[in-house]
Nanobody
Framework: QVQLVESGGGLVQAGGSLRLSCEGS????????MAWFRQAPGKEREFVGT????????DYGDSAKGRFTISRDNAKNTLWLQMNSLKPEDTAVYYC???????????????WGQGTQVTVSS
C-alpha cells in the first residue's frame, strides 16, 4: 500500500502563491486517484480537488475553482497542488489522499498523508 507525505506548506501573504507536494512511497501510486482536502481550525475537512490515476481529468471544490490546480507525475510518484491568489480563508492543514476513483467524499479515500499547514496572512 502506498504511503503519502505532504510538503510545501508555509506562511504566505494574501494574493500570493504556494505549491504543495505529496510524495508517495510503496506500491501502486499510479493506480490511485488522488485528492487534496483541507481542514481549518474548528471546521470540518473540506474537499479541495481530485485527479484521476492518469491525470487526464480533474475536479475541484467551489473554493478552489479558478485558483488552484492539481497535477501529478506518476513516474515521480508525486502529486502537486498549485495554489494562486491565496486568501486568508485558505488557511488550513492540507492533506493529500489516495483512493480507488475520483470523489469529493473523504470516506472514499483509503490512504492519507499527515498534512501540511498553510497560513495566509492578510
Amino acid at each position: 500500500q502506498v504511503q503519502l507525505v505532504e510538503s510545501g506548506g508555509g506562511l504566505v501573504q494574501a494574493g500570493g502563491s504556494l505549491r504543495l507536494s505529496c510524495e508517495g512511497s510503496g506500491r501502486g501510486f499510479g493506480n490511485y486517484a488522488m485528492a487534496w482536502f483541507r481542514q481549518a481550525p474548528g471546521k470540518e475537512r473540506e474537499f479541495v480537488g481530485t485527479i484521476t490515476w492518469s491525470g487526464s481529468s480533474t475536479d475541484y471544490g467551489d473554493s478552489a475553482k479558478g485558483r488552484f490546480t492539481i497535477s501529478r507525475d506518476n513516474a515521480k510518484n508525486t502529486l502537486w497542488l498549485q495554489m494562486n491568489s491565496l486568501k486568508p480563508e485558505d488557511t488550513a492543514v492540507y492533506y493529500c489522499a489516495a483512493g480507488r476513483g475520483i470523489s469529493y467524499r473523504e470516506y472514499d479515500y483509503i490512504v492519507w498523508g499527515q498534512g501540511t499547514q498553510v497560513t495566509v496572512s492578510s
